[in-house]
T-cell receptor, first 115, second 113 residues
Framework: NAGVTQTPKFQVLKTGQSMTLQCAQD?????MSWYRQDPGMGLRLIHY???????DQGEVPNGYNVSRSTTEDFPLRLLSAAPSQTSVYFC??????????????FGSGTRLTVV | DAKTTQPNSMESNEEEPVHLPCNHS???????IHWYRQLPSQGPEYVIH???SNVNNRMASLAIAEDRKSSTLILHRATLRDAAVYYC??????????????FGKGTKLSVKP
């Protein structure tokens, strides 16, 4: 089925460890983005990409890196995990404005706990 | 960035219509009005979007005021599965960072049997 696939669904890390959250979409969307959602809060934008080879920072980028080597994949790397990065992470994708103002498709999320 | 204002929470009875309001008094001509919802323990789900005219799809209807400073998401017959947080978001019809979705706190809709 077409959509946004996130792996893993759950992860526990120790402080200082690094890891990569995977995100893949098969809809040929130009836009991809990563959000985090803390308990009782709305989603906050971490990083986004408007196409392969192009990435930029959102409102909470510190402690995270991204790359976009293909249209399909947009991994999020935690360089040195901290307890403050305990959150649920969502990946999303969309067409760009050249194809009219379509809605975003979201993945089912990765629940990350840093101990 | 143009902001939206929504009530924190609303209640509805099952099988009754629900009207979820959103104010966006600083909306610009290039802002599309998007609605998403997030069911418990799930990712956000696209519901509907529009620019100037009212819009209908299989999930809901979107009524946009003539001056575009407010809109209303209409669920015609609420079901228990519609209990979720509903987000009203303005998305510019530009590329780059202006195409990003910026989430507020949304409206938590409860549906009573």
């Amino acid at each position: 089925n077409a959509g946004v696939t996130q792996t893993p669904k759950f992860q526990v890390l120790k402080t200082g460890q690094s890891m990569t959250l995977q995100c893949a979409q098969d809809m040929n969307h130009e836009y991809m983005s990563w959000y985090r959602q803390d308990p009782g809060m709305g989603l906050r934008l971490i990083h986004y990409s408007v196409g392969a080879g192009i990435t930029d920072q959102g409102e909470v980028p510190n402690g995270y890196n991204v790359s976009r080597s293909t249209t399909e994949d947009f991994p999020l790397r935690l360089l040195s995990a901290a307890p403050s990065q305990t959150s649920v992470y969502f990946c999303a994708s969309s067409y760009d404005r050249a194809k009219r103002n379509y809605g975003y498709t979201f993945g089912s999320g990765t629940r990350l706990t840093v101990v | 960035d143009a902001k939206t204002t929504q009530p924190n929470s609303m209640e509805s009875n099952e099988e009754e219509p629900v009207h979820l309001p959103c104010n966006h008094s600083t909306i610009s001509g290039t802002d599309y009005i998007h609605w998403y919802r997030q069911l418990p323990s799930q990712g956000p789900e696209y519901v509907i979007h529009g620019l100037t005219s009212n819009v209908n799809n299989r999930m809901a209807s979107l009524a946009i005021a003539e001056d575009r400073k407010s809109s209303t998401l209409i669920l015609h017959r609420a079901t228990l599965r519609d209990a979720a947080v509903y987000y009203c978001i303005l998305r510019k019809d530009y590329g780059g960072s202006q195409g990003n979705l910026i989430f507020g706190k949304g409206t938590k809709l409860s549906v009573k049997p």
